[in-house]
């Protein structure tokens, strides 16, 4: 499937801003299932100096350096991409999930995503609500897709009820959130386990194709899990907002232990004052 993607962020400020550097997770991560045909990211206004390279987590990060005096910042990045993820195998052939968190330990891939990170401290209640989908030796995928569904059937997707710096014991709590949240409250359960899992951070389609439902979290930048299934079957990712197991409908941007590593736009500025902030994505076939 090829998708076309234009994903806007515009910044209002109250004071000029004069000097501001930023730190830009937009530009799509090539994958063997994951095609860029080209991309690009614009900014207005025009920055001193562009610089470019990887994270430590292998995803393309571009930095803008500022040094005029601005009451307004535009970033807009566009992308061509060819999607064609591989089919997840048969829940049933996969390992036993005890036999993967046995393995976990010996994959560097897989082992730095096995500890707490900065957003997901240890949480005893996220745990003890993932552990319902993994009973004595039940195969590893098929915990993933229980754990995956029952998220979705128990939590509301509710945008305004939380934020970027949300705990997951308050979305646990209240039952509701956007992706950011039940991408974080299933690594941690996860994670609890034993299991690794990442934040995989990208976009799903905007709008759904004829006589489809419509996606949740599809106006922004969107968030799922990446789960390891073992050596012999490396990762599957599933989102928990839409009960989806990851196919054709997601562009991957990159991947962290939490949303604190792959947000899409962060930096410092000095100046501003008060500001308000505009994003609007669109992905939809090219």
């Known amino acids: ?51 470019s ?93 229980d754990l995956n569904a029952r998220i979705k059937r128990d939590f509301a997707f509710r945008p305004g009820v939380t934020g970027i710096a949300t705990p997951v014991s308050q979305v646990l709590a209240q039952r509701a959130g956007v992706c950011q949240d039940f991408t974080h409250l299933m690594l941690c359960g996860l994670r609890g386990l034993g299991l690794p899992a990442r934040y995989v951070s990208g976009y799903i389609r905007t709008r759904p194709p004829p006589g489809g439902a419509a996606r949740l979290g599809a106006d922004q930048s969107h968030a799922w899990v990446g789960a390891w299934m073992g050596g012999a079957f490396g990762w599957v990712d599933l989102d928990p907002t839409n009960n989806l197991v990851v ?13 604190h590593d792959i947000s899409p736009l962060r930096g410092i500025i000095l100046g501003g004052g008060r500001h308000s902030l505009e994003v609007s994505v669109d992905l939809a076939p090219a």
């Open 1 to 51: 499937m090829k998708w076309r993607i234009r994903h806007a962020t515009r910044y209002h400020y109250a004071e000029p801003v004069d000097i501001a550097t930023h730190m830009l997770h937009l530009s799509p991560r090539p994958l063997p299932h994951q095609r860029v045909v080209w991309d690009s990211v614009a900014c207005a206004p025009e920055p001193a100096r562009v610089a």
């Open 53 to 145: 390279d990887t994270d430590h987590f292998g995803n393309r990060v571009t930095w803008l350096f500022l040094d005029r005096a601005h009451a307004r910042f535009e970033v807009v990045a566009e992308a061509e991409i060819d999607v064609c993820f591989p089919t997840p195998p048969m829940p049933g052939l996969t390992p036993p999930w005890e036999q993967v968190v046995a393995e976990a330990a010996r994959h560097p891939e897989a082992a730095e995503f096995l500890f707490p990170s900065p957003m997901l401290p240890e949480h005893g209640g996220a745990r003890d609500y993932a552990a319902l989908s993994f009973p004595a030796g039940r195969p590893v995928l098929e915990g993933l897709i």
């Open 247 to 259: 196919q054709e409908e997601h562009v991957v941007l990159g991947w962290g232990r939490d949303f």
